[in-house]
């Protein structure tokens, strides 16, 4: 093959790849997934020891009929410290109409207390229903900063728009 034709034809293929499957090629099949997501929602928390920085996004997906919401929880600051968190759990809810369908709770606290930065995600159950609209990610935050005193606390997440 000449050098210039494979350029070109080496050059397609890095565009079609870098369009992420936009562009669908001969003998594929390509399924429709919706997906909505929530900003970024960030807090800082005051612990003994550095303050804990955790950012947390809430995704809903929907694959046919199918349904699953998902948490993307970050932090820094953190790891290797007496006095970081004692709970972090993180619990995603998949919600049609505003009622819960699945969720799903994850305790991150040993992962932040052992490592300075992370991230990390939990997905609920896939939910199969015909109902179509009105499907979003829902969440909270229960935490408990060791050494404080105060017990548990609530962070109310805002919920992803709906698919």
Known sequence: ??????????????????????????????????AACSASQNKEFD????????????CVYKDG???KARAYVSWGDGGLQ??????????????HDDADKATKTVDYSGAMNYSSSGDNYHT???????????????????????LDGDGDK???LGGSPSV
Do not use: C, H
């Not at 034809?9 to 562009?23: D, E, K, R």
């Not at 612990?47 to 955790?54: A, F, I």
């Open 124 to 146: 609920t159950d896939t939910y199969t229903s015909t109902a179509d609209g009105g499907w979003t990610a829902d969440g909270t935050v229960t935490y408990n900063i060791d």
């Open 65 to 67: 009929n199918d349904y």
């Open 47 to 58: 612990t003994v020891g550095q303050n804990y920085d955790v950012s947390i996004k809430l």
């Open 82 to 95: 007496t006095g970081g968190m004692e709970k972090f759990n993180v619990q995603v809810r998949l919600e």
């Open 1 to 34: 093959m000449k050098p210039r034709l494979m350029r070109t034809i080496t050059g397609a293929a890095a565009t079609a790849l870098a369009l992420g499957g936009l562009i669908a090629m001969p003998g594929t099949a390509s399924a429709a997934t919706d």
């Open 154 to 156: 609530t962070w109310a």
